[in-house]
C-alpha cells in the first residue's frame, strides 16, 4: 500500500462512451500525476498538478481530460476514446517542497477500449 | 528523451547481489538519480536516489561514479521478490519545483532460484 488508490482498477469501454478514473492520495501531497503505460512501451507522463494547477500537459489529446478539484483528488475523464488508448493509466503524487523526491503511484486502472 | 540506458535484461541467483548499471552520461549538476522498480502489472516502487555522493537504504545502495556519467544500484541478496522492470531516471528539475520523471526502457531483472 502506498498511499495512492486508484478506481476502478478495471474498465471495458466502447468507443462512445464517457467514463472517469478517480485517483485519490491519502499522503497530505500537493502534487499529483496521470501516467500512461502502452503494452511494451515505457511510461509517459500525460497530466501534472501542484497545488491544484495543471503545470504540466504532455500534448495528451483532448479525448482525455484531467481535473484536480482539491490536493488529495484527481480524475482522468475519458470520451470518444480510440483502441490505441487501452492501456495501464497510472497516478502518482508527491510532496512538492524543494527537500522530499519520491513519487509514490497508485495500483493502477487497466483499460481496455473496444 | 530518457536520457539514460539500461541493459534491457538481467539476471542472478537469489541470495547474490544484483548490480544493475545505468549510463547517464548527458546528466547536468543539479539532476538527481533516481531508481524505481516495476513489479508485474503494478505501480512503480521508488528505491532510492542520489546527486553525487554513494546512497545506502534498507532497499537497495546507489553508486555513483565520480564524473557522475553512470551509476550502479545493488541489491545486496536478491530474493525471488526482486523479480521486476528496474529504472533508472534523471529528474527534470523545472523552475517552479516541480519535477518530472522521464521512464526509459528499463532493465528486466530475474532472480533466479
Known amino acids: 500500500e502506498t498511499g495512492v488508490t486508484q478506481t476502478p482498477r478495471h474498465l471495458v469501454m466502447g468507443m462512445t462512451n464517457k467514463k472517469s478514473l478517480k485517483c485519490e492520495q491519502h499522503l497530505g501531497h500537493n502534487a499529483m500525476y496521470w501516467y500512461k503505460q502502452s503494452a511494451k512501451k515505457p511510461l509517459e507522463l500525460m497530466f501534472v498538478?501542484?497545488?491544484?494547477?495543471?503545470?504540466e500537459n504532455n500534448s495528451v489529446p483532448s479525448r482525455f481530460s484531467p481535473e484536480c478539484p482539491n490536493s488529495s483528488h484527481l480524475f482522468l475523464h475519458l470520451h470518444t476514446l480510440q483502441p490505441e488508448d487501452s492501456a495501464l493509466y497510472l497516478c502518482a503524487s508527491s510532496q512538492e517542497d524543494g527537500t522530499n523526491y519520491e513519487q509514490y503511484f497508485g495500483p493502477g486502472t487497466r483499460l481496455t477500449v473496444t | 528523451d530518457a536520457k539514460t540506458t539500461q541493459p534491457p535484461s538481467m539476471d542472478c541467483a537469489e541470495g547474490r547481489a544484483a548490480n544493475l548499471p545505468c549510463n547517464h552520461s548527458?546528466?547536468?549538476?543539479?539532476?538527481?538519480v533516481y531508481w524505481y522498480r516495476q513489479i508485474h502489472s503494478q505501480g512503480p516502487q521508488y528505491i532510492i536516489h542520489g546527486l553525487k555522493n554513494n546512497e545506502t537504504n534498507e532497499m537497495a545502495s546507489l553508486i555513483i561514479t565520480e564524473d557522475r556519467k553512470s551509476s550502479t544500484l545493488i541489491l545486496p541478496h536478491a530474493t525471488l521478490r526482486d523479480t521486476a522492470v528496474y529504472y533508472c531516471i534523471v529528474r527534470v528539475v523545472r523552475m517552479d519545483s516541480s519535477y518530472k520523471l522521464i521512464f526509459g526502457s528499463g532493465t528486466r531483472l530475474l532472480v533466479r532460484p
Open positions: 498538478y501542484s497545488l491544484e494547477e495543471r503545470v
Open positions: 548527458t546528466i547536468s549538476g543539479n539532476e538527481y
